[in-house]
């Protein structure tokens, strides 16, 4: 009697654990396009929209392309922002370039890309390391920059890429001044685009700093991909300082900057999400 109730309920679990995972496979690829609005800090000048997505994790990522293509169309967006972990490892970079290209020829427009932790740590196996693997993006055809604590100019606005601030030296408030003042004088919108938000921790508070600057855009934390009670995913298994305050997801205020942090298009681990879904973010700022 005791094996017989033993091997249904095994049989059981069984059945209800493939339910939920199939479930989570399906919310995986169920893409969400989704708007957010900055204030202008350009004026009536400084009108701007396009669309953002980050951590395509390329071979785990079930969002059929076509759909990410689609909604990046529809939004009428002027450039594609991602911001990061394209890779997993090396050997996926040939599918990258590819899902690059379908975007920026796809929708006939530019594509604007920085490094992630996942792309920094690939790139050390790339003939020419880092630098190599940068160059061979921006050869892609079509139009394709990626940004290593630089900025480029699209249609009015103006991207400062950071690289991952784990994978970078560089005196990040100096290039936001710097990205500031060029901005305010040519009259662009000036986003900051990164990997990871907690970058913002280590600029500080700074009213002075984070004037000039529209808003933040990030990734790396998937939303939270699968929720975990009290959010253990976060407090346990990560070390990063800002999901641990609650902000891992969406708008939030952070020492005066305006930040944005997708949920991502791609998973890590497995190709499941459990209470949030992929999304194309499109980006709007206007004189309010």
């Known amino acids: 009697m005791f094996w017989y109730v033993f091997i249904i309920v095994i049989c059981s679990l069984i059945i209800i ?45 079930p969002v059929k392309w076509g759909a990410i293509l689609d909604a990046v169309k529809e939004s009428g967006g002027k450039f594609l922002l991602i911001t990061g972990d394209l890779v997993n490892k090396i050997s996926e970079f040939e599918l990258a370039k590819q899902f690059i290209m379908t975007m920026t020829m796809g929708a006939g427009i530019p594509v604007i890309i920085t490094m992630g932790n996942h792309d920094n740590d690939a790139a050390e196996a790339f003939p020419g390391g880092r630098d190599a693997f ?22 009015g606005v103006m991207v400062g890429g950071l690289n991952d601030f784990h ?15 060029i901005a305010a004088s040519k009259g662009l919108e000036l986003f900051i685009a990164t990997h990871n938000a907690d970058v913002l921790l280590e600029l500080g508070e700074d009213e002075e700093l984070s ?12 939303g939270g991909q699968m929720k975990m009670f009290r959010k253990l995913e976060f407090s346990v298994l990560k070390k990063d300082k800002l999901p641990r305050q609650g902000i891992y997801y969406g708008r939030h205020l952070v020492n005066g900057y305006e930040l944005y942090i997708t949920s991502g298009v791609g998973c890590s681990l497995g190709p499941w999400r459990s209470g949030t879904n992929p999304e194309v973010v499109v980006v709007i700022s206007a004189p309010m």
């Open 17 to 61: 654990g493939s339910i939920v995972l199939r479930r989570m496979r399906l919310r995986a690829g169920e893409l969400l396009m989704v708007e957010t609005a900055f204030p202008s800090k350009a004026g009536e000048g400084g009108a701007a929209r396009f669309c953002f997505i980050s951590d395509l994790h390329i071979s785990m990522m």
């Open 134 to 155: 940068m160059a061979e993006l921006k050869a892609l055809p079509g139009d394709v920059r990626v940004l290593d604590d630089e900025y480029t100019v699209v249609d």
């Open 167 to 181: 994978y970078s030296d560089r005196d990040r408030r100096e290039l936001i001044k710097e990205w500031e003042g």
């Open 211 to 222: 004037r000039g600057v529209a808003g933040v855009l990030a990734g790396h934390t998937h």
